[in-house]
């Protein structure tokens, strides 16, 4: 098989997985509620094909089509081309879905580019199967997601202590066949209407708990896999009213393994502490989140443009509050290209051969999310009530009521009232429908909460010497450092005794 078009993706999911929506059991290639989102993932496929100078290359081993996103980055003309498949999927959905499968396919070709983290294991078996598995994914134009995030339903102790340790995901037992994994996992965006789920890690593990410290890649519908998808927020509408929640409701789940094999084939970290503490540090930041940017700096384009819009069919757009909102989108979206040319600029060997972007690019984890809740926030601002006085197309064209709605909805600036309409509809489904509030849940937390990603980057600075400014300034100006006061207050008997 080469890169697969929509209708070979909406084949591959029939079969008998088991995905509940509330307590129904159902199947996703039928039911009513899931056929906006098939079409929007089928689009996406057709889509690389639409655009395939851009998304797809030849694998000069195979001689076979596969998106750019598989491509393991050798040298800058690599990152490149990345950056242009990157920057062409995200517009596929203006940045709205953040899981279509080029999302995993760049962690998954970041880690196969890690054959010396790999080997650390001291059994090359582990790198081979996941080479073997990224040339299956190429070779079959899989769509996959991922589960990485610990259980961790009691914060109050460590991710993997107390009544975390029993929920999850970790081996109960080994088999000829394979591992059997039990637990779960938070969460998997695509979950339901993926063809393979890929376990990799995430947090680090502390000695003593290896039997979570696993990586594997099966299909959604392997026995035992339970998909327990959220409430769904696709309509059933038309793209011109609901651009967004009529095809792009990626679906969240939690996926339960429910005592699953993982066949011995598919399993590529299997308790080595060493590998799987140091694969996420050796990639997810140079490698994934070049996509991830690069995503987020098109979404940002949609929002800017969206806005000005916005501001023009109200004739707000002179005024220097409405200029200054969009000035402040603008200048987010300037940061957020040049991070990431920046990072691409400076980008190096990581080790093993691997040419990821320069690490600052993740500077961008830490201001994104609150970025893109900005934006939303924006959005209701300018909007105001217009956000909800929006007739749909077809209202338009009713015999009684169109003509009201042409009297008495029309745009400022000339603009036609369908035109005021679809641009407010637009403006809903990205900030303020039941989609909306999900994507921006998404925004704030799909690459870890921000605190932990600040907490991290601090300690990246210590760890690159990131400090010496402030003796600098004093010794700059002639004053002695001040010495430590070592075991100063030893003679100091306490008081209040
Ligand atoms: C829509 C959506 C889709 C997702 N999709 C996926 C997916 O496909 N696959 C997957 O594996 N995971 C997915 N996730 C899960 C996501 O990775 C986790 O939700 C994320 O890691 C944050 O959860 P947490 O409990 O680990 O947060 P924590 O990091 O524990 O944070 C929880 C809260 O504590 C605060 N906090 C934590 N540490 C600090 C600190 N040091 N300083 C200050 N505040 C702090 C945070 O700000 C936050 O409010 C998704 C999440 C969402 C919301």
Redesign the pocket.
């Known amino acids: 098989m080469t890169a697969r078009n929509g209708n070979q993706y909406r084949t591959g999911l029939a079969d008998d997985r088991e995905v509940w929506l509330g307590d129904e059991r159902i199947d996703v290639t039928v039911h009513p509620a899931f056929a906006g989102s098939l079409n929007g993932m089928a689009g996406y496929f057709d889509y690389q094909h639409k655009y395939s100078d851009d998304c797809l290359m030849i694998d000069p081993e195979t001689g076979q089509e596969h998106n750019v996103s598989l491509l393991r980055p050798r040298n800058r003309e690599d990152i490149e081309r990345r950056h242009r498949a990157f920057d062409r999927l995200a517009r596929y959905s203006n940045g709205m879905l953040g ?1 279509t499968p080029d999302y995993v396919n760049v962690v998954l070709a970041g880690h196969a580019s890690r054959q010396d983290i790999y080997d650390r294991s001291g059994d090359p078996v582990y790198f081979q199967r996941l080479e073997a598995y990224w040339r299956l994914v190429q070779e079959q134009d899989l769509a996959l ?5 610990h259980a ?1 339903i009691d ?1 109050s102790v460590g991710e993997l202590q107390g009544i975390n340790e029993e929920l999850t995901l970790r081996v109960v037992e080994r088999t000829e066949q394979g591992v059997v994994v039990r637990g779960a ?6 979950g339901p209407i993926a063809d393979e789920l890929y376990v990799y890690p ?1 947090t680090p593990i502390q000695k003593g708990f290896e039997e979570y410290a696993l990586s594997f890649a099966i299909p959604v519908a392997s026995r035992g896999v339970v998909v327990v998808c959220r409430d769904h927020y696709g309509v059933d509408m038309d793209v011109a009213d609901r651009p967004f929640s009529s095809r792009f409701d990626e679906q ?1 789940a939690v996926i339960i393994f429910d005592d699953v094999l993982v066949p011995w084939d598919r399993v590529f970290i299997d308790g080595d502490l060493g590998v799987y503490n140091a694969i996420n540090a050796a990639t997810a930041t140079g490698n994934t989140q070049q996509q991830t940017a690069i995503r987020a700096a098109v979404k940002l384009e949609f929002a800017y443009d969206l806005c000005t819009q916005m501001a023009k069919v109200t004739a707000t757009d002179g005024k220097p509050d409405v200029a200054s909102l969009l000035g402040e989108i603008y200048s987010y979206l300037r940061i957020a290209r040049s991070v990431v040319a920046d990072a691409e600029n400076r980008a190096s060997d990581w080790g093993g051969g691997a040419f990821f972007c320069h690490d600052d690019i993740s500077s961008l984890r830490t201001v994104l999310p609150i970025w893109m809740a900005r934006v939303n926030d924006i959005i209701k601002t300018m909007g105001s009530h217009n956000l909800l006085a929006t007739p749909t197309a077809r209202a338009f064209e009713d015999p009684r009521l169109g003509p009201l709605l042409h009297k008495y909805l029309p745009g400022a600036n000339g603009i036609a009232p369908e035109e005021r309409a679809r641009i407010f509809r637009t403006a809903w489904d990205f900030a303020g429908s039941a989609l909306g509030s ?1 994507i921006e ?2 925004e ?3 690459l ?5 990603a ?2 991290l980057d601090h300690k990246k600075a210590q760890a690159k010497g990131e400090t010496g400014a402030f003796a600098a300034m004093f010794a700059e100006a002639g004053i002695a450092p001040v010495p430590a006061p070592a075991d100063e207050f030893d003679d100091v008997v306490p008081t209040g005794a």
Not at 145 to 149: E, F
Not at 185 to 190: E, N, S
């Open positions: 899981r997601t991922h589960t990485i995030v961790a914060k996992k938070m969460l998997a965006t695509l995430a969240d999900r849940l998404y704030r937390f799909y870890g909460s921000v605190g932990r600040r907490a």
